[in-house]
């Protein structure tokens, strides 16, 4: 993805039934010369339903031992839907710790033409797309990358919006959209 070299990994048989998705994608991405890496995860159902949807990272992560230390909103310019390059993409933005490590954490929730933060709005066009579409498809998108230490939250940010804005296009035209509503 642009200068940024990925190296694929896998999701565990057990996780992979308990999360009964229906493709993915983890991956960790480098760029030549830089320190930190930046964690790519995908999840992608082509049918949501009771036991078988979307795992918020706001849920899953605190029942991973995980702090939610601070959580917001953030725009990443210029990765916007449309191809005008003033347009922001509004990400869930989320910085956690474990003991002594820290994360950064950005996602969001993306499908059937929408791209949305909030958790409970997202199960709403669910419902709502079922019935006016019959479509329950969508993926969750997250990026992570280690904080380092407190100083280096702005740098942790920076990296993250800059991988961002280099694949969201590719998200777009890789996750199934249909036009919005």
């Given at each position: 993805?642009?200068?940024?070299?990925g190296?694929?990994?896998?999701?565990?048989?057990?996780?992979?039934?308990?999360?009964?998705?229906?493709?993915?994608?983890?991956?960790?991405?480098?760029?030549?010369?830089?320190?930190?890496?930046?964690?790519?995860?995908?999840?992608?159902?082509?049918?949501?339903?009771?036991?078988?949807?979307?795992?918020?990272?706001?849920?899953?992560?605190?029942?991973?031992?995980?702090v939610?230390?601070?959580?917001?909103?953030?725009?990443?310019?210029?990765?916007?839907?449309?191809?005008?390059?003033?347009?922001?993409?509004?990400?869930?933005?989320?910085?956690?710790?474990?003991?002594?490590?820290?994360?950064?954490?950005?996602?969001?929730?993306?499908?059937?033409?929408?791209?949305?933060?909030?958790?409970?709005?997202?199960?709403?066009?669910?419902?709502?797309?079922?019935?006016?579409?019959?479509?329950?498809?969508?993926?969750l998108?997250?990026?992570?990358?280690?904080?380092?230490?407190?100083?280096?939250?702005?740098?942790?940010?920076q990296?993250?919006?800059?991988?961002?804005?280099?694949?969201?296009?590719?998200?777009?035209?890789?996750?199934?959209?249909?036009?919005?509503?």
């Amino acid at each position: 993805i642009g200068e940024w070299r990925g190296q694929a990994a896998e999701i565990s048989a057990g996780e992979l039934d308990a999360l009964k998705l229906t493709d993915y994608i983890i991956a960790t991405y480098v760029r030549p010369g830089a320190a930190e890496s930046v964690e790519l995860y995908v999840a992608y159902y082509s049918s949501q339903r009771k036991g078988a949807s979307i795992h918020s990272p706001k849920a899953c992560l605190p029942g991973g031992g995980w702090v939610i230390d601070e959580f917001g909103q953030v725009p990443v310019k210029g990765a916007g839907a449309s191809d005008n390059q003033g347009d922001s993409l509004t990400v869930n933005r989320s910085l956690i710790s474990l003991g002594e490590k820290r994360m950064l954490v950005y996602y969001w929730f993306q499908g059937r033409g929408r791209i949305i933060t909030n958790e409970y709005l997202a199960k709403w066009f669910i419902f709502w797309d079922s019935l006016t579409r019959n479509r329950t498809d969508g993926a969750l998108v997250r990026v992570i990358t280690v904080v380092p230490d407190s100083s280096q939250v702005e740098a942790a940010d920076q990296r993250l919006q800059e991988f961002i804005l280099r694949a969201a296009p590719r998200l777009s035209y890789s996750i199934p959209g249909g036009s919005p509503v």
